[in-house]
């Protein structure tokens, strides 16, 4: 079975431009959560999606926003963006909405913003 | 800030040899998760402790909780060359519906 996919898997923009990241969970997962990872730290919570709905937002600005659709992909988007959001952007995906449900993480896309 | 710490920031060992990973943090939790990550790639989820749980295996994985002390320490035995890995640990907070990750031990395990 595949395992989380996420695209692309690099990207370099420009300060100010737009980008969305793409996320495809396990099949028969319902919950996606998205994490940015900056160099040397530890993953940082951003959104949590079930069924459809936002269920969790870490302190992150309104220029990062998400969805997800229909058949639980998800989509992570970044307006106006800053040389301070580059980094790598993890999705996992969980059978269910709880934290105790096993997380499994894509391989990540790594943002670069010049 | 909630986010767990760990300690050692960088582990160098030789094969064979155990190595040892703390993890504290400052409020309640309802579990614990480890996970593992090879060079800046995703993550990998090796073992989960509930706050009632004191010890848990998994294969060459021992973890344990002291909720007294807010820490957890994760314990692999017999190390490898391919556990040359980041390790970090992740606490679910009452109340919160995310993990919060710490900053991660690199251990390097020497051939």
């Known amino acids: 079975d595949a395992g989380v996919t996420q695209s692309p898997t690099h990207l370099i923009k420009t300060r100010g431009q737009q980008v969305t990241l793409r996320c495809s969970p396990i099949?028969?997962?319902?919950?996606v959560s998205w994490y940015q990872q900056v160099l040397g730290q530890g993953p940082q919570f951003i959104f949590q999606?079930?069924?459809?709905?936002?269920?969790g937002r870490g302190n992150f600005p309104d220029r990062f926003s998400a969805r997800q659709f229909p058949n639980y992909s998800s989509e992570l988007n970044v307006n106006a963006l800053l040389l301070g959001d580059s980094a790598l952007y993890l999705c996992?995906?969980?059978?269910?909405?709880?934290?105790?449900?096993?997380?499994?993480f894509g391989p990540g896309t790594r943002l670069t913003v010049l | 800030s909630q986010q767990g710490e760990e300690d050692p920031q960088a582990l160098s060992i030789q094969e064979g040899e155990n190595a040892t990973m703390n993890c504290s943090y400052k409020?309640?939790?309802?579990?614990l998760q480890w996970y593992r990550q090879n060079s800046g790639r995703g993550l990998v989820h090796l073992i989960l402790?509930?706050?009632?749980?004191r010890e848990k295996h998994s294969g060459r994985l021992r973890v344990t909780l002291d909720t007294s002390k807010k820490s957890s320490s994760l314990l692999i035995t017999a190390s490898r060359a391919a556990d040359t890995a980041s390790y970090f640990c992740?606490?679910?907070?009452?109340?919160?519906?995310?993990?919060?990750f710490g900053s991660g031990t690199r251990l390097q395990v020497q051939p």
């Open positions: 996992a995906s969980s059978l269910g909405g709880g934290t105790t449900d096993t997380q499994y």
């Open positions: 099949s028969g997962h319902k919950s």
């Open positions: 999606y079930y069924e459809k709905e936002e269920r």
């Open positions: 409020t309640s939790i309802n579990n």
């Open positions: 402790i509930r706050s009632n749980e």
């Open positions: 992740a606490t679910d907070h009452t109340g919160r519906r995310a993990l919060t």
